[in-house]
Antibody
Framework: QITLKESSPTLVKPTQTLTLTCTFS??????????VGWIRQPPGKALEWLAL???????RYSPSLKSRLTITKDTSKNQVVLTMTNMDPVDTATYYC?????????????WGQGTLVTVSS | EIVMTQSPATLSVSPGERATLSCRAS??????LVWYQQKPGQAPRLLIY???TRATGIPARFSGSGSGTEFTLTISSLQSEDFAVYYC?????????FGQGTKVEIK
């Protein structure tokens, strides 16, 4: 059974750095082709892809947010961490982590439940 | 950046009827097109990948078609549990983008 779960503070202040942690089981970031990504969704709005890290430590970022994002993995802990700097109220959203299989089609097949992050002073 | 445009924004359909959702890419994404279903308060659920391959456990009433820039998700006979928001997503050149979603509501 594959599960992913996000953890983060629920409230951050403007200009602070947000650290999101995805802890997963049933998949391994040692397996060729596997990736774990982050997607967010502001309340009532559409999904937005943020970043993804592959089994070989290849990292990909959304062009519009690249300067603010850093994604890392700890294979031994089955965790992926995303940091986002200089948080703003517009970054208020539910943040999801999701896995992508080696198929190469770019689909996110398993998702966490999401964690709501509110940016407010 | 490849922009994904979904239409219509809202689709009103009666149970048992057919629903056809469209997704257009601003440039070709080959067959790297994915469909998700999202219900309120839940994470998205993978329906279709590779434009036309149903994910594990997805009922046969869901089908996807298209390639290049024009894609369609068809729900052949809507069940009560199918009323939700549907998103398309493309993958191209190590970038992923989502459409703005189509809400399928009860007529």
């Amino acid at each position: 059974q594959i599960t992913l779960k996000e953890s983060s503070p629920t409230l951050v202040k403007p200009t602070q750095t947000l650290t999101l942690t995805c802890t997963f089981s049933g998949i391994s970031l040692s397996t060729g082709g596997v990736g774990v990504g982050w997607i967010r969704q502001p309340p009532g709005k559409a999904l937005e892809w943020l970043a993804l890290i592959y089994w070989d430590d290849d990292k990909r970022y959304s062009p519009s947010l690249k300067s603010r994002l850093t994604i890392t993995k700890d294979t031994s802990k089955n965790q992926v961490v995303l940091t986002m700097t200089n948080m703003d109220p517009v970054d208020t959203a539910t943040y999801y982590c999701a896995s992508t299989p080696p198929s190469g089609y770019g689909n996110f097949d398993y998702w966490g439940q999401g964690t709501l992050v509110t940016v407010s002073s | 950046e490849i922009v994904m445009t979904q239409s219509p924004a809202t689709l009103s359909v009666s149970p048992g009827e057919r629903a056809t959702l469209s997704c257009r890419a601003s440039q070709s994404v080959s067959s790297n097109l994915v469909w998700y279903q999202q219900k309120p308060g839940q994470a998205p659920r993978l329906l279709i990948y590779g434009a036309s391959t149903r994910a594990t456990g997805i009922p046969a009433r869901f089908s996807g078609s298209g390639s290049g820039t024009e894609f369609t998700l068809t729900i052949s006979s809507l069940q009560s549990e199918d009323f939700a928001v549907y998103y398309c997503q493309q993958y191209n050149n190590w970038k992923w983008t989502f459409g703005q979603g189509t809400k399928v509501e009860i007529k």
